[in-house]
């Protein structure tokens, strides 16, 4: 399952992905409103965790925004505002739950988990392409009989890949969708983790390569 946030706050933002992350979500960080409606307009996400107060554009705005362009997943607004005012206007421009601050970690993760379930839209839990399968639940690579357990960046990376096949993604891009755009890493960590997936695609006996199209990206190629 994946997961957007939208929060300025760093910090938060941050603990909010290692926690969620911990417990088998993917997640998208994201700190500007503009930023928010950019990622959210993709409709790539299970869920969207969008704080109110953000620079660029404000979260009820980025919200009204999505509706407007027919993006309905799920949303809930994380912010400092509590009053009743300001919970039904977060309602009126279509958010599906309102968390204020501060709260614990443990009852957002329960509210997205019943946000989810009343939204009745999980994507598989097995991504298929060609010969091969990604198992979403315990991040693994299974072809025929072999199967490949992945470490947490490396899963990330194969289910970007696996849910844009044959599309030509950046080690840039790659860089911004799984280790965020504000990260310290270098770029030599996306080559470092596509060689490894490399290898556990030999592994696994699997058709399918990542394959580097010269001074574009990498892209993710059935060779039967």
Known sequence: ?????????????????VFLEKNQYTVDAVHDGTAALDYAGTGGYDAIILDIMMPGMDGLEVLT???????FTPVMLL???GEKDDRV???????????????????LL????????????????????GDLKLDCGSSSLQCGERTERLSGREFQVMELFMRSPRVILSAERIMERVWGWDTEAEINVVWVHISNLRKKLS?????????????????LEDEV
């Open 203 to 219: 592994a696994v006996g699997s058709a399918v390569s990542i394959r580097a199209s010269r001074g574009l990206g990498y892209s």
């Open 110 to 129: 329960a509210r997205v988990r019943a946000m989810l379930r009343r939204a009745g839209d999980y994507k598989p839990a097995v991504l298929c392409f």
């Open 65 to 71: 925004r999505l509706r407007d362009k027919g993006v």
């Open 89 to 107: 206007a977060g309602f009126n421009a279509g958010a599906d739950d309102y968390l204020p601050k501060p709260f614990a970690p443990d009852e």
């Open 1 to 17: 399952m994946r997961l957007l946030i939208a929060e300025d706050e760093l910090d938060l933002a941050e603990v909010l992905t």
């Open 79 to 81: 912010t400092a505002r």
